[in-house]
Nanobody, 121 residues
Framework: QVQLVESGGGLVQPGGSLRLSCAASGSFVSISAMGWYRQAPGKQRELVASRYSIGSTNYANPVKGRFTLSTDNAKNTAYLQMNSLEPEDTAVYYC???????????????WGQGTQVTVSS
């Protein structure tokens, strides 16, 4: 079993910043990707940013230049630094990790419980 614990959401004024954290723990042998998705009311869940263990980071167009995804592989933790936040960024943010539980199994997606980010004056 893989557990993801998220933290860092909250209420912030437009133009402000927040930093989200996601720590992965449990029974797995490797992680191939870590990232963040978000879901606003009445909308589908969408990619915010993702990074494979080998490769570059992908960002959704609306957050490019404002959000930064970083990972600490030794701690199996991903961070999302969000700057210049806008009301349109209001959503529940979900951490996503692609991991495998044994060397003979395939990679599966695991999700955090979600953390609310509200941007409002």
């Amino acid at each position: 079993q893989v557990q993801l614990v998220e933290s860092g959401g909250g209420l912030v004024q437009p133009g402000g910043s927040l930093r989200l954290s996601c720590a992965a723990s449990g029974s797995f042998v490797s992680i191939s990707a870590m990232g963040w998705y978000r879901q606003a009311p009445g909308k589908q869940r969408e990619l915010v940013a993702s990074r494979y263990s080998i490769g570059s980071t992908n960002y959704a167009n609306p957050v490019k230049g404002r959000f930064t995804l970083s990972t600490d592989n030794a701690k199996n933790t991903a961070y999302l630094q969000m700057n210049s936040l806008e009301p349109e960024d209001t959503a529940v943010y979900y951490c996503n990790v692609r991991a495998r539980r044994s060397r003979s199994s395939g990679y599966e997606d695991y999700w955090g419980q979600g953390t609310q980010v509200t941007v409002s004056s």
